[in-house]
């Protein structure tokens, strides 16, 4: 039971790696530099690491650097592809690695036919962004794609290249007859694996740290090992297809500071919000296709607690 991973260093796909040793898989798992330890240590210290991973080194922009990768494997986890706000060069630094990248593990695949399925993270980014109205009656579903040119607009260059990366990637498999399901998480948070801190944890970082104000934002919040969970169910479950949102819940920033006082009452968390709008609004995200893959939400308030507890033990705070 052969499986790869690309991008194994990150935060969501360190706990997928995990997982997947748990569940005796032999992962055969990419990173760009197998020299970093800052990178790597984490990953060959997991349970089965020492007999069952594999780790080989590929970079999104080289093409044919996953051949060796994916080669012998059943199931391709594609979940490299660069996730940060403000980039310098939006084409260069976000929208080539993540549509290039994806096409190019998508080719390499296309050579193995051992590989039943390739499962990619591709995001709530991918489906949300078009512009239409949110109100708390409005359930988001699969069946909703992002705009490009709603996210050029507004400069979401990250959500452009979600978006761009995931229309590659039904457009190729399509035309090349390959068997890929993707994984649409909302914004990420748990406990960390890996030593450094990633963009979707940041926030509750921020919020930890008691800045004077919270911004005027609803998360759409999802537990890191419900997403990993998800994309192994994604490819094991044979008769899952299309796409799957996972949002385990939709809530105002002004919600999270106040679970986040329960959790820790002796915290200076912020009081005020940053501006004097009404609150953005709440909305839902359809769970009956995540349900149908046998996808169960970690309760918002438990996967809160164990952020915290990580970063505190990791010293973030
Ligand atoms: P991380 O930043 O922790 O991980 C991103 C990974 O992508 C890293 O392993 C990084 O490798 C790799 N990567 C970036 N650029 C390249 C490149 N040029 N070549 C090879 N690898 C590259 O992010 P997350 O774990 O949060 O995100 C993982 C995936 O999940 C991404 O596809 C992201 O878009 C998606 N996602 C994340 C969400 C979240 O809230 N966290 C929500 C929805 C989707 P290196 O370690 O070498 O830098």
């Known amino acids: 039971k052969v499986v790869s991973v690309t991008g194994a260093s990150g935060y969501i796909a360190s706990w997928l790696v995990k997982l997947l040793l748990q569940r005796g898989y032999t992962v055969k798992a990419s990173v760009r530099d197998p020299n970093d330890k800052k990178k790597t240590e984490h990953l060959l210290a997991l349970d089965g690491a020492k007999e069952r991973l594999h780790l080989f080194k590929a970079d999104l922009l080289e093409e044919g650097s996953f051949d060796s990768l994916v080669d012998g494997s059943i199931a391709v986890f594609h979940t490299a592809s660069p996730f940060y706000h403000n980039p310098n060069d939006p084409q ?186 009404p609150f953005a609004p709440t909305y839902q995200v359809s769970k009956e296709r995540a349900q149908t893959l046998g996808v169960k939400y970690t309760p918002l308030e438990v996967t809160l607690k164990d952020t915290f507890e990580s970063l505190k033990d990791k010293n973030f705070f």
């Open 92 to 277: 260069v630094e976000l929208i080539d690695p993540a549509l290039k990248g994806t096409l190019n593990v998508l080719r390499s695949c296309v050579k193995v036919p051992s590989i039943k399925r390739v499962v990619i993270t591709s995001s709530m980014a991918a489906v949300a962004f078009n512009g239409k109205p949110l109100a708390p009656d409005v359930i988001i579903d699969e069946s909703w794609f992002s705009d490009p040119a709603v996210c050029e607009k507004s400069k979401a260059w990250y959500m452009l290249s979600k978006t761009l990366a995931e229309e590659a990637a039904w457009k190729f498999a399509k035309e090349k007859g390959i068997d890929v399901v993707t994984v649409n998480p909302g914004l990420v948070i748990g406990p960390l694996l890996q030593p450094t801190l990633n963009t979707s944890v940041a926030p509750v970082l921020k919020l930890i740290n008691g800045t004077e104000t919270f911004p005027n934002t609803t998360y759409r919040f999802v537990d890191v090992r419900d997403v990993a969970n998800a994309h192994i169910l994604a490819f094991e479950n044979p008769s899952a297809s299309g796409r799957y949102c996972l949002v385990g819940s939709v809530i105002h920033c002004s919600e999270v500071v106040k679970m986040l006082c329960d959790i820790s009452p002796a915290l200076t968390l912020p009081e005020r919000c940053a501006d004097d709008k």
